[in-house]
């Protein structure tokens, strides 16, 4: 036996050492394999007999290694052997025979040595603790792998115990968690789900044993400890807690019953000690974790002893909402409070909820490392609770006294914040904003409204404002109310509108807490829709924020009340401003405001990236408080173009963008038709705005604004012919000196007013021919002849227009329109207008050859985003139209209901003329037909499209050739896509997709994307187009 025992720790020696070659090493390892697998039976006791000489000081059976080297090759040797019987014991059959009984009681014997051995040597420093977590969960696995029965479960663990208890109980304790982890995860063995399945059955009823032996041995190792006068083993300690907390969590929680009946356990009180004392270890965490999990099931179970728990609970609230203890104490306190919470939900245990509610309310009073925290109790009755904002319900209305608690608790921890550091204070609300919007949406808004009337009529006040800031988020009025003669403090059925009068207390607060302006304010902008629904309410806010806005001298204070003001004034009816109380007071008011520049400004700097100045603002609530009054309206219209022409004259960037901004809304808000110096005035600001000499003053954004107000806003023509002039007289200007953005920004505003007047019921293509004509005086003070106006439109109607910009850019001598991309979306958009209103006049012969080719070359451009798009979107309107029977409307019921698939979504099937944004016209259906295409138009557009997929486009616009492509199937029908597709495709010889592609894939294809199921969804109909182009790839453009 000792000269067998030598040679296998010479063996082990050298497959440990980095000197061995690899032929020795090979060598020794078959020699080890063939000991503790072929021969198991035979050398059993050799094996015992090593593990056992293992960890004893010294040097151990006669070897002359050192202990470092013994280590090292322990480690090999324990998990080589764990190893090897683990695939023993997966091959031993299920028969029931003596011989295989004590082969197992023999893997059994290996296995918890494998496990004391590294035990001993983790206890003697060597760093090897992996191991031995390996050696207890192959001994957990193999020996589940053993079990025939619901009783060998029982056997293993309490065979274990005895086993261990004379040996290491630290081994006994790794056994015990390896094997609870291993329960439930099929990661772990392959074990059969029958057998899993029984395993988990029997170990759900050995879980009570577990926490009995468990509990048992700590009380054995504490009344040892004490008597000895030595510290508690905190390695054992914590891997106790966490074996309890695995088995009571994964395996059976009902077993929490043992620890807590007919008293608290002596281990749970111990864990909550650990968890709750000052520092931050890991045996804390694991105290911690243990008693979470067994307060989250005890609550949950009947018969527990309600007076222990309620001393353990009250013990870790102490905790919790002391200001003297450590803040990892009190987080770990916190955390146990969470849990008792969530397994009293589970039992709807009242009682336990509310006790926790208040703790965690409390918590914010101590300073709490994360006060977010402190609400996750109301995260998990929100997320449990179907009952929110219905005060009928029992769920809702008995956690009511709860609110008032944590509304108060909250409300003195924002003001003592405010107090300590204002600065931090958006920084707080951004952190515990959610979480304290739970409280709503657990109880919902009405239950909090009488606790804020009360809190802010206290000396607290500003802090029930911020909470009040913090809850509007998501605050309803639920009372509603009346138009004429409301009663702002009833609701409509004549009971107390407890929302009416929370706004009143709120706004009365605005008068006590000038810190509160900021606060209330904001909450107003949140709260415009709710508070509007009361026309009595609202004047009470507006002429509160009003006051504000003209006597404060804080920007922050100013800009907040001209957002809520603009807000309420958005929300708000009409019929309010008919109000006198409100055009006397409210529209004179603003108007002053803007006009005399009264408003505290926010400097520039500190304005955010797309943030309007305050006076804007104010401008927009001007603008709509006077929307009754024509008289101020104009002169708010007078004063926005004197700024902006100081602005331009003085060739201020960024004051000119906010001034033409200023321009829009106030242009946009006229109504009436203007009279002549208006209409002057408007164009002179536009002509200094595209004037050569200020393009590098002018922000393009801004002035694309202005564009866009002028083209579509204008209802009645009254613009058109003028400012149409001044648009094309700078592109003729632009033109001539080659493409530029503003010269593309240019030809969409064309687009948009070509698209406004031919879909307006009152306007049509004459519509400039007549503004000619109206606006004649005009011309003549601005010394522009008839002459002068018919050479820059080419004409008097908006088709000559339109069809000399298309004429500029498809003749363009100066370069080859194909290569500048950046003029696809305003020309193609204008041209894809032509096509849907089937204007022949403008898209015949010539011209329209020339679209054709622009078209189908641009399909085999490298161009990508909103350049591609606009080509996919012409490509397949003139598809469509090509054909005399197509329905757009099928292609658009296509999509109808279906998430939007790609960018191109609503530009391929949009049929809807109340477009605000104006893109398309509605399909116009002419007979006869007036644009008439050559009859291979579709196989020659079809052809484009697929070589674009295959090769010259993104691959990431496959999706939007894909639904470009459907939505021609769609309209035009199967049969004649089919037909196309056949042409567009070719013969074999054609070499598309690629030279192998033969006839016989294309026939394929043409089956597959034509057949019923693909055209079913558009995802289909991409997925077969993806395989035909032969899947991702990378592109030109891309």
Known sequence: MEEKKQQVRETMRVVCSPQSSNERRKECERFLDQTFREKFEENYELVLDILKGVGKNGVNGGGSSSEEEESIEVSVFVSKCVLQYLRRAKMETDKSSHSTNDNNNLLLRILFQSIVSNDLLSLRGKEINSVCEFAALGAAVASMKMVRSEEDVETLVESSAMHFRQNSAHAFVHYLK????????????????????????????????????????????SIATNAEGREEDATLVALMFDCLAIWLNEVNSSASIELFFPKQSIILERAVQIACASGESKVQSSAMSFASTLLEAIVQQEGANREALAQCLSFVSQVATSQEACKSAQNRALEIILATVNGALKRDDTEIVSFCLDACANVLLASPESPASCFDAWVKISSSSASAFDLDKETTQ?????????????????????????????????????????????????????????GLQTERGLGYVFVFQILSYRMKNTFGGGDEGDNTGESNDGSSNLFNIAIQAVVDALVHFSDAREAVCWSFVGLAKDIAISRKLTKYCLRALSEVLCSTNDPVHSRGAATAIMRLCDCSKESLFLDPEISNYLGQMLERAYVENLVTPTALHDLRDGQEPTITVVLRAAVRANCTSAESLGRLFRKTSENALSAIHHHHGIQVGHALVDVSIALQSQKA???????????????????????????????????????????????????????????LSIYSNGSSYLGNELIDTVRLTYVKNITHSSLSNTALHES????S??????????????????????????????????????ANFADDPDRFPSVYGLAQALVRSDCGYVLSNERLELLLRAVSMSLRTGCSDENAISVLALAGDIACRSIDSFDPKKASASFGGNKVVGVVHGSLVNNNVSNVKLVLPNWTFNNPKSIHLPQMTLPLLLRGLLEAANEYFPAQLLTDIAATCFAILKSVGPAIFREALCVALGDENDGFPRPSATQKFKSGFIDDITSEATMQHVRNFKRSLKKFVGGKRSAAGS
Not at 674 to 683: G, I, Q, S, Y
């Open 178 to 221: 390896a094997f609870g982890e291993s329960v439930h995860d099929k990661n772990v063995g392959a074990i059969r789900p029958e057998r899993r399945k029984l395993i988990a059955e029997a170990a759900s009823r050995a879980c009570v044993f577990v926490c009995r032996a468990l509990e048992e041995m700590y009380q054995s190792i």
């Open 398 to 454: 008995k956690y009511v006294p709860n609110v008032v608690v944590v509304v108060n608790a909250l409300a003195t921890f924002l003001l003592e914040n405010y107090r300590r550091n204002p600065s931090e204070m958006e920084a707080i609300r951004d952190e515990i904003g959610d979480s304290c919007r739970e409280i709503i949406n657990a109880v919902g808004t009405n239950p909090i409204l009488p606790i804020l009337v009360q």
């Open 673 to 731: 038709t203007h009279d002549v110096d208006t209409k002057k005035m408007a164009l002179e600001i536009l002509s200094h705005a595209l004037s050569p000499a200020q393009s590098s003053v002018v922000p393009l954004k801004e002035l694309r604004l202005l564009l866009h107000v002028f083209a579509t806003n204008d209802n009645e023509a009254v613009f058109l012919a003028p400012v149409l002039f001044m648009i094309m007289r700078t592109y």
């Open 772 to 775: 000619i004509a109206m606006n």
């Open 777 to 814: 005086e005009l011309f003549q003070r601005m010394g522009i002849s008839y002459e002068d106006i018919v050479g820059v439109f080419s004409g008097t109607t908006l088709n000559d227009v339109v069809a000399k910009v298309l004429d500029m850019n498809l003749r363009d001598t100066n």
